[in-house]
């Protein structure tokens, strides 16, 4: 296996589902799924963000109603 050479910056995704008002999450599929970019605004597809401000941002939607967040 081989090892890295040089700088590693570890990159995720961050995702938001939508749920509509009042719908139990559990087995639901969301209505939207939202992708955000570096500055932590939606993009329309899926954007690779460095892991300190992926987790930095998920931290800040953490408990907002109607919404699940995802690091991956």
């Known amino acids: 296996m081989a090892i890295p050479q040089g700088p590693v910056c570890e990159v995720r995704l961050l995702m938001v589902h939508r749920y509509q008002p009042g719908v139990q999450k559990l087995g639901t599929t969301p209505c939207a799924v939202e992708f955000l970019g570096r500055r932590g605004k939606p993009v329309k597809k899926m954007r690779l ?21 995802s690091v991956c």
């Open 49 to 69: 963000i460095p892991a300190e401000k992926a987790f930095a941002f998920a931290r800040k939607l953490q408990g907002t109603p109607g919404c699940t967040v």
